[in-house]
């Protein structure tokens, strides 16, 4: 299958390179950093188990959008803010029958993809932990797995998926999962972001875990308030975060260490969002999300 990646990074090298591996035709769209050494030296996949060079004859990379033409499927990885100009940029140069998987955080992206291009669009949940390196060199810290929206190819999908080491479930809750995932990003991300701290010494704090009961507690009336299905299972998926990756830090602290801006209107931001929608009060995900663009305005120069 020739597979389009949009947007090089941490989630699009990963799954690219697992999917180049199991002998699929790959094109990653990204940055010339990034394109300019996956051309010169090959993909550089850093996993628990291996440590490989993928080869520039089995995924070739380019900073031309134009290069998704002939896809069959496309792998969606930028980050939430970018969605729509993404979505404009690749979406002329996709066939009628190309199917785009977004593979990213937040719960709208699908939907405001939707917006934008014409072809079908179907949501996953990303469990992994990976990130890069240095240009061309994406390090995988753990798992792997996708929960995918149903499509009219999502079983031969989850199929071709499983046969490149990539455990897939076609769900028929996704929306729930999505938020979920979400959830579990409200009450962490901006905790870590602000401490600059790993989640095992995060919790070992006065006060976090209450803290965060009371984030997760709003995200989860909100989510309610719109009809979202929730796994049982919240809790304890709150707690296992921190027991299970303790050294981690949030996407959110690493943007902010880094000096990027964050997804955070489409985290504590959108569920704030909702919240004044839905007529549901938010004041602790309100404050965390005041607190990031705070710190996101500053680093910019805007305040
Ligand atoms: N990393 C992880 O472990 C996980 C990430 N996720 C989610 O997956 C999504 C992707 O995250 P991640 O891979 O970490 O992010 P990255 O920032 O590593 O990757 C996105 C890449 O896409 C590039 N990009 C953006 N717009 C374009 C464009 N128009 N053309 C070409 N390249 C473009 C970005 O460049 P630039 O930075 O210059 O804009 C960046 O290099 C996010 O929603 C994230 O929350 C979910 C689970 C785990
Ligand atoms: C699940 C979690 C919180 C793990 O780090 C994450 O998705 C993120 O950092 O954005």
Redesign the pocket.
Known sequence: MKIAV???????CYYGAMLARAGHEVVL???PQ?VEAIERDGLRLQAQQFDERIDPSQLTASVD?AAASGAQLVLF????P?TE??GA?IGPHLAADTLVLT????VDNAERLRGVIAQEVAAAV?Y?????AGPGHVLHHGRGELVIEPSTRSDALARTFAAAAIPTEVSANVRGALWAKLILNCAYNVLSAISQLPYGRLVASAGVRASIRDIVAECTAVAQADGVSLPPDLELAVRRIAETMPGQYS?TAQDVARGKPS?IDHLNGFVVKRGEALGVATPANRLLHTLVKLIEDKASGAI
């Open positions: 949009m947007g090089a990074g941490a989630v699009g769209i990204g940055r990034h959008p990885c930028v980050k939430s970018d100009s993404a940029a593979l990213q955080n937040g990303v992994v932990a990976t990130e890069m996407s997804e």
